[in-house]
């Protein structure tokens, strides 16, 4: 290819810098606030103009240039590392969060934004399995966590039985501090991905066993999430895990409720929660004494900040995936808000020029969102407009596959408006037992050094590589190529 000449590199930076001039000298674009007062149930009065799209416009490439600039030209890597998962994340998901974030603060809701729409990269991941088109969570967290697909059912090993290491032993290796929080059992296969080897995922009193007898597990300094039963009461060995965790760390501190969890704060040593037997309550049906996501990952963030050399975290809102699952999409929203949350504070807490935030899901669930909804229609409601064939109104939100089709006994379809609310079963198109996974790509966004990676639409097993290569971790697993480059590029 023959060399540019000296234009065809000015112009296109010409035309780059042309939005920004025209910001900062069109008078009909001076003192627009961002934040505009919205008329109740539609759109803000602003946004009926050219000028409020013009300076949004012109805000977000001044944003995007400012955020992407040290991630791309520096060559710095990265001391912590936060992988933040959402169970069952879809980008339907993302979308009626946002909505539904919105109109609880009184606003139409589509312009509302979720924490990860701060992040400067974002790009795509394939979630399929080597035996699943539409994958389960464990053979997804062995990729995303061990980078390495596997199939349905396994953590943490190949799909013929090989170990696969996680990217917190890889993290612990290095001499980092690591940890984990789930709003799950933390025995359940997503953070159980993190720690532990079996074949099948429901063979929780041993992933419980690994994480207090092997490593990585037994060197965490923070464990946070549900499943004390798999500890104690439910355990065949008649061994007690807490007792055993209680000894082997005599500065650690146990908690079973958040007032217990503050008062592990002012303590030194690694902290072991568990708050319920098994799933922590969804965040709507939760009492005062359980740490919401937030609470726990700022502890996990302030707590492992503690470690001069830096650490790995995997923060998961482990029940977005529950509330899919029984059809009941306010529980799920709801649960997004909370992992949003999270997200927030984990971005308050850290610094991006030394924290890589990698946020995620495991794989998609059939949640849709269709129709022709007005602007500001409540999003846990009914489109109040459209009609289907037959003249029955529908809701904005349906899964594909179900527990609940609002038929009547004759089976024609009925309004299921006075039957809907945020805690109510959502209608179905197809009848099935409960919600199920769906196999379309997730959504991966990216902060900190470089983030620039994550783009484009990826493998999900190429997740944990990358982040490895960002904070110049041996995998022990990483392609030799890749391991030349993380050694000559710092
Ligand atoms: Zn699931």
Request: aromatic share 6%; with cysteine.
């Amino acid at each position: 290819m023959p060399p540019k000449k000296l234009g065809q590199i000015l112009l296109p930076l010409a035309l780059l810098s042309l939005p920004l001039a025209f910001c900062a000298d069109d008078p009909r674009l001076m003192n627009q606030g961002r934040e505009q007062p919205t008329t109740r149930g539609g759109p803000a009065v602003e946004e009926l103009t050219a000028s409020y799209w013009l300076r949004q416009a012109c805000d977000q490439v001044a944003a995007r240039l400012d955020r992407t600039q040290d991630t791309v030209t520096d060559g710095r890597r990265a001391k912590n590392i936060i992988m933040m998962l959402g169970d069952g994340l879809s980008i339907t998901t993302l979308t009626a969060a946002r909505i539904l974030k919105g109109q609880r603060q009184g606003r139409s809701g589509e312009e509302s934004k979720l924490a990860v729409e701060e992040f400067p990269y974002s790009g795509l991941c394939k979630t399929y399995c080597t035996n699943e088109q539409s994958p389960d969570s464990a053979c997804t967290a062995t990729a995303y966590l061990g980078g390495v697909k596997t199939s349905s059912g396994t953590v943490g090993q190949s799909a013929d039985g090989e170990i696969v290491e996680s990217l917190s032993m890889w993290a612990h290796r290095a001499g980092k501090a690591t940890g984990l929080v789930t709003t799950t059992r933390v025995t359940d296969a997503s953070p159980a991905a993190a720690f532990a080897h079996v074949a099948r995922r429901s063979d929780e009193l041993e992933i419980a066993r690994q994480l207090v007898d092997e490593q990585p597990g037994r060197h965490f300094k923070v464990i946070l999430g549900g499943g004390l039963g798999k500890f104690s009461l439910e355990r065949r060995d008649g061994r007690d895990l807490v007792q055993h965790w209680q000894s082997v760390n005599p500065e650690g501190c146990f908690a079973r409720s958040l007032s217990e969890l503050r008062d592990c704060v002012s303590s030194n040593g690694s902290m072991l929660g568990l708050f319920s037997d098994s799933n922590m309550a969804y965040h709507l049906a939760a009492h005062k004494e359980q740490p919401s996501l937030s609470e726990m990952t700022a502890v996990a963030i302030e707590r492992l900040s503690e470690h001069a050399d830096g650490y790995f975290v995997f923060i998961e809102g482990g029940r977005i995936d529950h509330g899919h699952h029984e059809t009941r999409v306010g529980y799920a929203l709801d649960e997004m808000l909370e992992f949003d949350a999270a997200i927030d504070m984990a971005l308050r807490l850290t610094d991006p020029r030394e924290t890589l935030i990698v946020v995620t899901a495991d794989h998609s669930h059939s949640l849709t969102m269709s129709g022709s909804a007005k602007r500001g229609t409540p999003i846990l409601g009914m489109d109040q407009l459209q009609r289907d064939v037959n003249g029955v109104q529908y809701s904005t939100l349906n899964y594909a596959i179900g527990k609940w089709q609002s038929h009547g006994k004759d089976g024609r379809r009925e309004n299921p408006g006075k039957t809907l609310s945020q805690t109510s079963f959502t209608p179905s198109y197809i009848h099935g037992r409960k919600g199920v996974h769906s196999g379309e790509d997730v959504a991966v966004f990216a902060m900190g050094p470089k983030s620039h990676l994550f783009s484009g639409i990826m493998e999900q097993n190429l997740l944990p590589h990358l982040m490895g290569y960002a904070a110049g971790l041996d995998s022990g697993a990483t392609p030799c190529e890749l391991q030349r480059k993380v050694d000559t590029s710092f």
